[in-house]
């Protein structure tokens, strides 16, 4: 037999971060050994609650442990959250019982550390939020780069458009914690980063495509579309036109089909100080001068995306 995929994920649950946690629960080749969750979307407490949630509803919670983590970034008294986007939940608002559960014991950095070590150079990173748990976890334990084949981040914004209240150049993931994706970017860590502009060029689903998920019938279809409610919102108000954006799924579906992707190795730093630019992913893109840190991804197969997407609520 094949053995499993282990994968640890990192996120904060987020309508678009619950559709991505679908798609790697019902894999059947993915081994989830823990999801490790940070503040970023909306607060630590609801975060845990809705990945707690997500669990249970795709019938895993007795084999996949949920771990809390930061509940501020690694230097900021605070966070921006994005409550407007998502809803006061994270989950749109749609009255889902996101209340009552409990998390494993301990903290997410330490889970991190403990899980690549019982598995060296078998596990696969996903971080789907702000980068603070990561950036704790190497902080307290450098050695782990090492036994860590591959990180796949949705966060960044190659391209300079940013997604944030805070400047026109950051994107979410990245602004809510700059230092913390500072340190995992600077660590030597096997990065696939999956920006903001793949997500708006190939993870934006038409009105259409949304209901075509829905019309699948399933107890999760109907879940994946109607918390996306907030979202579809936000999208029609910000950019003038009905769709339904999936930045975390785009990744997720990058770490779980390698070759749906083109990828680039650039250099890739964030800035952490301009009034206008805290929080934007700065690309090298001269070849002379570019020290190549990660990969970037240039391209996803919109097609085979929306067939993992489809594929994990049927």
Known sequence: MTPPRRFIIDTDPGADDAAALIMALRHPEISIEAITVVAGNVGLAQTTQNALYLVEACGKADSVPVYAGEA????????EQAA??????????IGLPLHGRTPAEGHAADAIIRLVRAYPDQITLVALG??????????????IVRLIPRVVVMGGAPDGVG????NPTAEYNIVADPEAADIVFRAGLPIELVGWDMSVRHGLLTLDEIDAVRALGTPLAHLLVDIQKSVMA?????????????????AMAVALSP???????????????????????????????????????????????IQLLRAAVR
């Open 84 to 93: 407007d986007v998502h809803g006061g939940d994270g989950l749109g608002d």
């Open 72 to 79: 501020k970034p690694l230097m900021a008294a605070s966070q």
């Open 130 to 143: 702000p980068l603070t748990n990561i950036a704790l976890a190497l902080q307290q334990d450098p050695g």
């Open 259 to 305: 070759s749906i992707a083109t990828l680039q190795p650039m250099q890739v730093e964030v800035e952490l100080d301009g009034a206008l630019t805290r929080g934007m992913t700065v690309v090298e893109r001269r070849l002379n001068k570019a020290v190549p840190n990660m990969r970037v991804a240039t391209h996803i197969d919109r097609a085979w995306f």
């Open 234 to 250: 936000y999208w029609l108000r910000d950019y003038g036109y009905p769709a339904v954006c999936f930045p975390d799924p785009l």
């Open 163 to 166: 997604n944030t209240r805070q």
